[in-house]
């Protein structure tokens, strides 16, 4: 290293001037401090002077009093915040805003002016229903120049949570050159158009339940008594739906439990079409949030993980025998996120890394934290018993991520999908072509309209089918059930479609999709014909559970009412987190595919027993005492007859003996029979299918199965 020698008293000498110089200045700042304070008391606003380079670094702001009114509202405006526009550059402003309560439902609104007194509104107000805001400005692609400041006020619409104390808040601005990945997505379209009716016979579907026997636990649901006893699947929030084709058998993950069902089609003596078995794993134990399940169907390897309050590391386990036996695994990678994971599987992508084991196909592990709403994602090479670190899959500078994303999912080719509610202000899939390594963005739109994010952040899903098109499903604007298709993994999209003008549906809860051979895929969801807010305690909407079809690629598309004889859920569907009454179903749902190519949903009958299916029904809505049952039991709607996901299959159960329906009933009500003759008479036989959800024609079916005496859930 080499050596340098100064002289001391040079240095002192050579300082002394500067010395001098920051004395004077220092006396100078102390002696208008008096001036300064007096000037801002005199104004309202809370200045923040900025001089943002390109790209530039996020700048911090903060309130610790935003106004509980609407915009326009009294909160001090956020900035100034100066941008100085070179040709050519800073395409955009990205504004982030949160609530320090996740309860607090704000506003963000971008201003332009010279003084916070001239300032007029340019963007905004952005409202996605949560307590965390993005805002985006890109006029043009090019910002004006000047003075830009930010205002926070309280929602319009705070929905059934009320807003408390303190009303703080934490925000940053950011310009920058670049664009998001894919340009700027078109405009977002409330109305997407209906999709073309399939000609072919309706899908009809069977509805099974679980027994509800009483069954001995690691650790009942709330995690407070150890080897305890529950009532199986009645706290089955938020399900998993998966399906191991080596051995036939559904599995049902929620909460602390791992269902495993097998059906008989036969009509057994006993009455009973499905059973069910509890086979938790070890790692189901203690307080449980998220949990979530996967069965890679073709090798028959099925994992149920959960979170334990807000600790990042998912708890997971995963058997090869349906539950015999569990094998405990790391759970995910390193700097895994704290909320809302997901796990899938699927072929490697080309080319396929070295394998330390002889399970070759990869696994994956997403999860979301308020820091990376866009998701972590890391992926194992060993089957699931290590991951490898959790990479972040959308760079907030680049594209801006919000809301919940939905199930991770692999095609065949190996391409990786993760569906997340917005980005950009658009629906979006975030997508790896390279097993993991590096993720791109990819808005869904047809080239004219994007998606519409879900206003209540709900979770969009996506599916692959054999070819490897791929199939995504948003609750757009949440009114209606869109879907499109790609057949470039995401670079462009077509048939962009609603499946639920079809019914009358005004709003929509918790979409769900699988695929099976190429140009056949299944969509589900919940949807209402009563319109207004399905948030507010006072929503009278009666709910069923819809099961889109399609055979020829997306271009047209046939939907079922599957649960046409009762309500799923009365009332409201919380969809927003907390704690909520209307928010026994939680977050989402699932379905998948058997290895026949038979649909099967596993969701939540949130109106289980009879005061609140037989409750009667006027004007679609619910009379006063007869509300919902907020009941949360585990239920599969499996695909009972009409053409099959896979194999160019078609095929109708065994149709048993009125007395053997009767008596299947009678034990514990979880049957449910959707594909009577009028599902299968075509397009004839669709006003009545239509008229299902008319209060006539409820009130006369239920009449006559009471007089028949086989009530039918």
């Not at 949360?632 to 007859?641: K, L, V, Y």
Request: proline share 8%; hydrophobic share 35%.
């Amino acid at each position: 290293m080499k050596s340098i020698t100064h002289s001391t008293s040079a240095r002192v000498l050579a300082c002394l001037p500067f010395f001098l110089l920051s004395m004077f200045l220092l006396l100078l700042a102390i002696a208008d401090l008096p001036a300064k304070s007096r000037a801002r008391r005199a104004s309202a606003q809370r200045i923040t002077s900025v001089s943002p380079s390109v790209p530039s670094v996020p700048i911090l702001f903060s309130g610790t009093d935003y106004d509980q009114h609407a915009f326009p509202c009294s909160t001090p405006l956020n900035g100034p915040f100066p941008v100085n526009v070179p040709v050519g550059t800073q395409q955009r402003i990205v504004v982030q805003v949160s609530a320090t309560l996740p309860n607090n439902d704000l506003t963000v609104t971008l201003l332009f002016g010279p003084t916070a007194g001239t300032a007029v509104a340019v963007s905004g107000p952005e409202d996605g229903g949560t307590s965390s805001e993005l805002l985006l400005y890109a006029p043009g692609g090019l910002l004006p120049s000047g003075n830009y400041w930010v205002q926070v006020c309280e929602t319009p619409n705070p929905g059934a949570v009320p807003q408390t104390a303190p009303f703080s808040y934490n925000g940053t601005f950011t310009t920058d050159d670049t664009g998001p990945v894919g340009g700027t997505p078109p405009p977002k379209t409330f109305n997407v158009p209906p999709a073309p009716l399939d000609n072919g016979a309706k899908i009809g579907f069977e509805n099974f339940a679980a027994p509800g026997v009483l069954i001995r636990v690691k650790t009942t649901e709330g995690g407070q008594q150890p080897n305890g006893v529950e009532y199986m699947g009645r706290n089955a929030g938020e399900p998993s739906m998966s399906n191991n084709w080596l051995s036939d058998t559904a599995v049902y993950h929620s909460g602390l439990e791992t269902l495993f069902v097998k059906f008989d089609d036969g009509c057994p003596a006993s009455g009973l079409s499905s059973t069910w078995v509890n086979r938790a794993a070890p790692t189901q134990v203690a307080v449980d949030s998220d949990p979530i399940g996967f069965t890679d169907s073709a090798l028959g390897r099925t994992f149920t993980g959960e979170l334990t309050l807000l600790t990042p590391t998912c708890k997971m386990s995963f058997t090869d025998d349906d539950g015999v036996t569990w094998i405990p695994t790391q759970g995910s990678g390193l700097a895994a996120g704290v909320d809302h994971e997901t796990v899938g599987g699927g072929p490697y992508h080309a080319p396929i890394p070295s394998l330390p084991t002889p399970y070759n196909h990869a696994v994956y592990y997403c999860s979301q934290d308020t820091q990376n709403n866009s998701g972590l994602c890391s992926r194992s090479d060993d089957g699931g018993l290590t991951y490898g670190p959790s990479l972040v899959v959308a760079a907030p500078t680049t594209n801006v991520c919000v809301g919940l994303h939905g199930h991770v999912k692999v095609s065949p080719d190996g391409t990786v999908y993760l569906p997340i509610n917005t980005c950009d202000g658009a629906g979006s899939v975030v997508v790896s072509e390279d097993n993991g390594i590096t993720w791109t963005v990819r808005h869904v739109n047809n080239g004219v309209v994007s998606t519409a994010p879900s206003a209540s952040f709900q979770a969009p899903a996506v599916a692959t089918d054999a070819s490897n098109r791929v199939y995504f499903v948003i609750a757009n604007n949440d009114t209606q059930t869109a879907v499109a298709t790609s057949i470039d993994h995401g670079a462009t999209w077509q048939n962009l479609f609603n499946v639920s003008d079809i019914y009358g549906l005004k709003n929509i809860r918790y979409p769900a999709a699988i695929a099976g051979e190429a140009g056949r895929a299944a969509l589900a969801f919940y949807g209402t014909i009563t319109p207004g807010d399905a948030l507010q305690p006072d929503f009278k909407g009666i709910w069923h559970l819809y099961i889109a079809n399609t055979f020829d690629g997306g271009l047209t598309w046939t939907t079922t009412d599957a649960t046409p004889n009762a309500p799923m859920q009365r009332g409201c569907i919380w969809a927003k987190g907390g704690a909520n009454i209307c928010r026994n179903l939680l977050d989402f749902f699932d379905m998948t595919i058997d290895k026949l190519g038979r649909i099967q949903v596993g969701y939540v009958n949130g109106c289980e027993g009879g005061p609140c299916v037989q409750a009667p029904i006027v004007s679609g809505e619910t009379p006063a005492g007869q509300g919902n049952g907020y009941t949360g039991a585990a239920t599969i709607a499996r695909q009972s007859s009409g053409r099959r996901s896979a194999f160019n299959a078609s095929a109708r159960r065994k149709r048993c003996s009125l007395a053997m329906v009767r008596s299947r009933h009678g034990w514990i009500n979880d049957q449910q029979l959707s594909d009577s003759p009028r599902h299968r008479a075509g397009e004839r036989d669709l006003v009545e299918h239509r008229l299902r959800n008319t209060d006539r024609w409820n009130l006369r079916r239920h009449a006559r199965d009471q007089r028949h005496g086989d009530v039918l859930l």
